[in-house]
């Protein structure tokens, strides 16, 4: 979906908007570059041995969109690193587990994709292996990373900007049929800018917070509106 149809629905101000949206694209194209050498590091048999090289790229981006230093001092910067590592890792971990358990065809043999994806071999000899990992290091994938991690970084920085000028804080949801149920019960409560909102359980301090689960934060359009 494109960033700007994805955060339209979402109720912040048109700034808030243009940021994320600049943001997502910019996030999108990015990871695209990151899963092309990702499947040329396949097509060499170098994926398997690269996995901390691509969380450490993947890390330095949230470094850079942010602005933080990979030493941090303060409570924000910490957030950003811990953010960046956890889900770089996740990232990473689901590439893995994701291209080396594709579904196989009744024709193709579980030995010769064993070998694609760990030590790397001819297109020729495993062309639905290839077909099924560039699809799964493509730009859906890319997108929906784009999107989700352009909305937590603005949410990150407006909370803690917030926490020094603000004495409350509201969660709004797109109001339409795809918002979940934990998050459609969330709508319009108010609280202290310091206390935590309930998401199904889960203590968060904004839509897509680093202590929600995976299952609470994909694809969410929630916001948060700050009062005085």
């Not at 997502?24 to 398997?48: P, Q």
């Not at 587990?97 to 594709?102: H, Q």
């Not at 495993?126 to 997108?143: H, I, K, M, P, Q």
């Not at 202590?211 to 009062?227: D, F, K, M």
């Amino acid at each position: 979906m494109s960033p700007a149809l994805y955060f339209a629905v979402m109720l912040i101000t048109e700034p808030q908007k243009a940021r994320r949206i600049l943001l997502a694209e910019e996030l999108e194209n990015w990871f695209m570059d990151l899963f092309d050498d990702e499947f040329e590091d396949i097509l060499e048999g170098n994926f398997k041995d690269n996995q901390s090289e691509y969380v450490s790229r993947i890390v330095d981006k949230y470094l850079e969109i942010t602005n933080v230093e990979d030493n941090p001092s303060d409570e924000y910067s910490r957030s950003v690193i811990e953010k960046a590592v956890k889900t770089a890792t996740e990232i990473q971990e689901t590439t893995w587990k994701n291209i080396v358990t594709i579904p196989l065809r009744e024709d193709t043999d579980e030995d010769v994709l064993a070998d694609f994806i760990v030590n790397g071999i001819a297109i020729g000899s495993a062309l639905f292996a290839t077909d099924s990992v560039r699809r799964w290091l493509g730009r859906d994938r890319a997108n929906l990373i784009a999107l989700n991690e352009a909305n937590w970084k603005w949410n990150n920085e407006e909370y803690f900007d917030a926490l020094s000028s603000n004495k409350t804080k509201t969660w709004h949801t797109a109001l339409d049929e795809r918002v979940r149920l934990t998050h459609m019960a969330l709508e319009g409560e108010t609280i202290a800018v310091d206390e935590m909102f309930n998401v199904g359980g889960f203590p968060a301090r904004y839509p897509l917070d680093i202590s929600l689960p995976a299952h609470e934060i994909v694809n969410c359009r929630c916001s948060v509106s700050y009062g005085k």
